[in-house]
């Protein structure tokens, strides 16, 4: 008995005693959270970076931007129509999500439901018996790209609008139909465009919200309002320069041009995590017309830089022509782009510095130094101050031989703890070449006066909710890029 008494001091007392080391052995725990936080799918919406658009049906036939809704669908008659060469333009730009227009304002279906014949049942494109959407998904499917649909609230043809019961019915129905039919869907797209002849129609945007998710556990719901990705405030693809993911749901309405400028922004005291997908045509229009020709190179890398460069995510139409294909100058336009932008970030030049930072959370070893922002986990690894109460941070970047060379500098915030950067500047050689606002998931800086020449760099973070994190940050040379003389 005795002898086991001892025993068991003697174990307490070695137990205490090494207790304290013995905690020195797990790992530094992450921050808390700075709420809101964004949902599973939001998190996966915002790593696909851009996201293509397809508008397509009877106004490619008719050379229109909004159809009137009395169009014949015997007009629509895509005789070479091939989705999977769609999805390997989707597959070939790096684009993991499609968006097709199951139906536009003109109320013609691209599947046949059965609540209706103004569809391709209606149309000599495969004798009636084809569906657009089917073959959508299964090309995507196949390929290993997701889907999207977008379902226009406001129908040109239908003669129950107007009537809001017997439509809202009618919308629902047909939302089923396409949540129920085409397995995953993992965006809907709704807008609040309204017939001026139909003072009366209400959308019932509770009812349809709610079915959606019933219907479809990780689709993310865009409206002006969300809930899942909100509408950045105009259709030129650039978001504020100051883009917070977060915002009051409780002040945003579908359809009021009142919050643009809110939706354009966000709100730093946001109680909603909301982040903002910029939608922008890659022509003119939103459908393929003859006359029309892609934008630019250089366009297309500007609402880059100020759409995924700003912490959004860039939606953009890809419209197939009267063939069912989409055509060769637009393939060879987004070649063009998808090889720009590889060519502009494949190469970090912060990858071969030295790093430091003004303190690391844990110390050295932690796990939290900044050499975590040069892996390739741009969300869970990620370098963190101490939380001294300081209101500056910074990290600073030296060359280890010679000079950088750059003029876009990327910095990203592990958005899985909340947003949290409000200020920032960007030194050379202790020079300031560049401030910003927010940060997000990517800031991209390209930098205005061209290309920097200096041994090292330095980021001051000089406002943020709670400490700031940043998961990955970059040095990079855009050979595209020439502001003199723009
Ligand atoms: C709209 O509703 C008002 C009030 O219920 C009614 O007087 C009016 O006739 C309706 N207008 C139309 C176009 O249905
Ligand atoms: C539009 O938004 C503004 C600003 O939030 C708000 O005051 C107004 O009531 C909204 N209008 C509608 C019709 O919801
Ligand atoms: C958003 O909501 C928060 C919390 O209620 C509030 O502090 C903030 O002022 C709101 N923003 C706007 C623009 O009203
Ligand atoms: C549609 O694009 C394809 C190339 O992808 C082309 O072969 C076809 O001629 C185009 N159709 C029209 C009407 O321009």
């Known amino acids: 008995m005795t002898n086991l008494y001892h025993l068991l001091a003697v174990s307490l007392i070695l137990i205490s005693s090494f207790a304290p080391t013995i905690q020195n052995h797990f790992a530094t725990t992450p921050p808390l959270p700075v709420l809101p936080l964004p949902s599973y799918s939001q998190l996966k919406w915002q790593q696909r970076e851009i996201i293509f658009f397809h508008h397509f049906g009877v106004n490619?036939?008719?050379d229109s931007e909004w159809g009137t809704g009395k169009e014949n669908p015997k007009i629509f008659n895509p005789k070479g129509l091939n989705t999977a060469q769609w999805i390997d333009v989707a597959v070939q730009t790096g684009v993991s999500l499609s968006i097709l227009t199951a139906k536009h304002h003109d109320g013609f279906c691209l599947w046949p439901s059965k609540y209706t014949d103004h569809s391709v049942v209606g149309s000599p494109w495969e004798n009636g018996n084809g569906d657009v959407v089917q073959e959508f998904t299964n090309a995507a499917k196949s390929r290993g790209v997701d889907i999207g649909l977008y379902l226009s609230p406001?129908?040109?043809?239908?003669?129950?609008?107007?009537?809001?019961?017997a439509y809202n019915e009618y919308y629902m129905a047909q939302l089923q139909e396409l949540l129920n039919k085409y397995g995953s869907v993992n965006e809907i797209w709704f807008d609040g465009?309204?017939?001026?002849?139909?003072?009366?129609?209400?959308y019932l945007f509770n009812d349809w919200f709610q079915m959606v998710a019933e219907l479809q556990g990780t689709i993310n719901?865009?409206?002006?309002?969300?809930?899942?990705?909100?509408?950045?405030?105009n259709e030129n693809g650039f978001a504020g320069t100051t883009c917070w993911s977060t915002i009051n749901r409780t002040s945003l309405s579908i359809g009021n041009g009142s919050i643009v400028n809110y939706l354009n922004t966000g709100d730093p005291r946001g109680t909603d995590w909301l982040p903002a997908e910029c939608d922008v045509s890659v022509r003119p229009g939103w459908f393929w017309h003859k006359s029309e020709s892609p934008k630019?190179?250089?366009?297309l890398l500007e609402i880059y830089y100020n759409s995924v460069g700003r912490n959004c995510v860039l939606l953009l139409n890809v419209p197939p022509n009267t063939t069912g294909l989409i055509s060769?100058?637009?393939?060879?336009?987004?070649?063009e782009f998808k090889s720009a932008i590889d060519t502009i970030f494949s190469k970090n030049l912060a990858e071969s510095c030295s790093l430091t930072a003004s303190s690391i959370r844990g110390g050295k070893n932690s796990g939290f130094g900044p050499e975590a922002m040069l892996d390739k986990d741009h969300l869970w690894t990620y370098w963190a101050p101490k939380d001294n109460g300081n209101e500056e941070h910074w990290i600073e970047i030296t060359a280890t031989n010679g000079e950088l060379r750059f003029n876009v500098v990327r910095i990203q915030e592990a958005i899985g703890l909340g947003q949290r950067i409000k200020k920032h500047e960007i030194y050379v050689d202790g020079k300031r070449i560049a401030k910003g606002t927010t940060v997000g998931y990517k800031k991209l800086h390209r930098l205005e006066n061209g290309v920097i020449k200096?041994?090292?760099v330095r980021i001051r973070v000089l406002g943020s909710r709670g400490i700031p994190l940043i998961s990955s940050f970059g040095l990079h040379f855009d050979p595209f890029w020439h502001p003199i003389g723009r």
């Open 60 to 62: 490619t036939f008719t």
């Open 154 to 165: 406001w129908d040109r043809h239908d003669r129950r609008y107007g009537d809001s019961l």
């Open 193 to 202: 465009a309204k017939g001026s002849n139909a003072p009366n129609m209400s």
């Open 221 to 233: 719901i865009f409206s002006d309002a969300g809930p899942g990705v909100r509408w950045v405030g």
């Open 296 to 299: 630019k190179l250089s366009d």
């Open 328 to 335: 060769a100058n637009d393939i060879q336009r987004l070649k």
């Open 454 to 456: 200096g041994r090292s």
